[in-house]
């Protein structure tokens, strides 16, 4: 990932031993946050600032603070404020920062070593995405294939949200033909497919050597496109909606390229969540996967999808969901997973041969997220995992059980289907995320 450049900040009004303060906090700061910055050269305020500055860093703060108001308001990139010895912001500054805020100015005041590399990291996101990140596609004709009824409603596939994710962050999304990749993948021979693998380990159960060296393939094919692109940070594709153009699935392949190549993952080609599976993990580095919401308060609509008879009889079931996405909990790295394990295909509209995730994420508390379509909110909901429920013989063989607070706000609010899940309540540093990124949150 790309460093956020930082250009610390010092006033001119500071006496010798305020000096010497100043350049040994500095010190401490470049040692404390150097993974995650990269430190300008000290620029004294109302001067400009290096161009390649995408943030102020304030070491130090004194008096005059109160009094350049035209030339602080004349940055304009965020300020954080990191001036305790411990690499935080010293409460001694609050008043400063209410009142630089005040001043319409976007002031971060991190209050652990914790929160300030999320508001750094969230800064170096923002910077690689500006620099023309590259988000690779595979599809062909999206809505027209399986499901075309479902399909044809998502907005990640319209021109417009493809034009709009560009414009708004500067980011680039690569499309390439699904069908050619699965062709490629039926000209690579089974040899090449095991010395490919042969130090993956892959826990599998039911699946056989075919349909196990078919998804080695998908990611052999994929890779190749990767290359020849270059600098790919995403990977996605149609892959049920479009499941006649390939004789397996990517589960396998993504989990791969995330576990080999630190590239992110997206199920079904779904750029929404492709960009913010990004954003979020590359700035609060937690586990995290994406999964199908289906509220209890859905009702059949639900059930009939999953073909299962009923949710499962708990207390308060007016504010749980099943979290199931392909037949199973969802396509999660190994990595981040108490049991992974892969299984023979489930849905009925995906090869016979294909291959699906089962999978498990530790239970307790969780964070739903996602960003709206239109770019300009995320929502946020706090939950927990509760337990694994199974439905044997149905489309749900291994879902999630989720509980948050408040289920009839949720389904007036809920933005998608597909909602990201994030081990832990990490709502503190996704509003901090949101604030670099100018979001407005809606916390369900």
Known sequence: MTKVKLAPLVFAEINEREKGEYAEQLSRLKEMYGDVADFLETTQVGEPLPQEADAIVFPQMIFAAFRHDEALKAYKVPMVVLTSRFGTVEMWDWEIVTYLRDLGLTVFSPYSIEMGKTVLRALGVKRTLKAGAKFLVFQDSPGEGMQAYLFKKFYWWERSATETMESVFGCKLIYRSWKACGDRAKQISDD????????????????????????????????????????????????????????????????????????????????????????????????????????????????????????????????????????????????????????????????????????RMPTGPITLAKIYPGFKKLSLIKAELEEYVQYPGSDCRNGALIRYRDGHKVMDNLCSHHSLIISGDVIPQLNQLAKVFGWQVTEL
Not at 257 to 263: G, T
Not at 303 to 320: G, Q, R, S
């Open 192 to 359: 090449e497919a095991r010395r490919v693998s042969a130090d993956w380990n892959v826990r599998q159960e039911g699946v056989c050597e075919e349909a196990y060296l078919r998804a080695v393939k998908i990611y052999i094919a994929v890779k190749e496109v990767i290359d020849e692109v270059g600098g790919v940070e995403g990977v996605g594709s149609n892959c049920l909606n479009e499941s006649f153009n390939c004789d397996t699935t990517p589960c396998l392949a993504w989990n791969m390229l995330f576990e080999r190549d630190n590239i992110i993952w997206a199920c079904e080609g779904d750029t929404l969540s492709l960009l913010s599976t990004f954003i979020i993990y590359r700035t609060i580095e937690k586990p995290i996967m994406m999964t199908n919401l289906y509220p209890f308060l859905v009702g059949m609509a639900a059930l009939a999808h999953e073909k299962i008879d009923k949710f499962p009889d708990i207390e308060d079931p007016d504010n749980h969901a099943l979290g199931v996405h392909c037949g199973y909990f969802g396509l999660v790295p190994r990595q981040f997973c108490t049991e992974w394990t892969l299984r023979p295909k489930v849905l009925e509209i995906v090869n016979d041969k294909a291959c699906a995730v089962d999978c």
